[in-house]
């Protein structure tokens, strides 16, 4: 047998191995919800389940999905860092994942914590395997498509992590290093509200995770994290999300640091700017304003004037 005659025989074989229902993988970096509920059943797919909203998921999420607890799955809960690479790869062989399956986040508030989680997972080499539903669980609920209460249990698999790219997160140092150079070495993009950035508020209304100091890191550029989503919390178009960041001299030709208040919805705009419009050299600050803005000694730029938590 000639070899295309094989490979053609190959493809064949793998599309009846599929559900009849099931359509081709979706190039780029995320899936729609009409295509999600058509692909269910796909045995190369595993749907992970990560919201901020306690007992969202319990109360139905979409079928076959694992719930993925932010605060606990996707952080070290001994010391304040990501999950381990030992901890996360025991999570993915209890889901099942192999090196051939296609990972699906998706989340309540608009993705900001399954954009967190795609963010780590592209930190331990997962970022071909990951996508993010685009709209949500938001999405999901207002298109009336079906939730489901049981946890579905999934065969454990052999999985091993592939090599890491830890220069996707940014540390303290170097958001420092681009402090003190002026800002010319690349971009820190304050994707907060504005008035989380000129120092009128130090968090949202309703926040526990504070700082002593309210502000903005000294040159970052304001570009809250909504204005890359259209009303129904799906991204824009890329031309339309290019012209936003262009708009305020963020176009990919510095490198660009995100960050927020911990790190979540920084992911959000990390995402965008990455994996949706390709950006090559795109960082995420995880610390974030509760680590800068509670750090001794750094410059905070405050326009408000509030100095001291609230005074």
Not at 156 to 165: D, E, I, Q, R, V
């Amino acid at each position: 047998m000639s070899p295309l005659r094989l490979l053609a025989g190959l493809a064949v074989a793998a599309t009846l191995a599929l559900p009849a229902s099931a359509q081709e993988l979706p190039k780029g970096p995320l899936v729609t919800v009409d295509w999600l509920s058509k692909n269910l059943e796909n045995p190369k797919i595993r749907v992970f389940e990560v919201s901020v909203d306690p007992g969202v998921y319990e109360r139905g999420h979409i079928p076959g999905a694992i719930n993925i607890r932010w605060h606990h799955d996707l952080v070290d809960t001994v010391r304040r860092d990501i999950v381990s690479a030992q901890n996360l790869q025991a999570q993915l062989q209890a889901a099942g994942v192999n090196k051939d399956t296609t990972i699906i986040l998706y989340g309540d508030n608009n993705n900001w914590f399954a954009a967190w989680g795609a963010w780590v997972y592209e930190v331990y080499g997962l970022g071909n395997q990951v996508k993010l539903l685009d709209g949500g669980r938001k999405l999901w609920e207002a298109k009336g498509l079906p939730l489901d209460t049981s946890v579905k249990n999934y065969a454990k698999s052999n999985f091993t992590l592939p090599a890491g790219k830890p220069q996707l997160r940014a540390k303290l140092a170097d958001v420092l290093s681009v402090v003190n150079a002026g800002n010319n070495s690349a971009v820190l993009v304050d994707i907060r509200s504005p008035d989380e950035y000129n120092g009128k508020i130090i968090a949202p209304n309703g926040i526990k995770e504070l700082s002593v100091r309210a502000g903005h890191i000294p040159g970052a550029k304001n570009v809250p994290w909504g204005k890359a989503v259209a009303a129904d919390g799906t991204f824009l178009p890329a031309d339309e999300l290019k012209k936003v960041y262009a708009d305020a001299g963020i176009d990919g030709s510095k490198p660009i640091i995100t960050y927020c208040r911990i790190g979540e919805r920084s992911s959000h705009t990390w995402f965008a700017l990455a994996k949706i419009l390709g950006y090559q050299n795109v960082k995420n600050y995880d610390g974030s304003w509760t680590e800068y803005g509670n750090a001794v000694g750094v410059p905070v730029q405050n326009n408000a004037g509030l100095v001291w938590n609230g005074k």
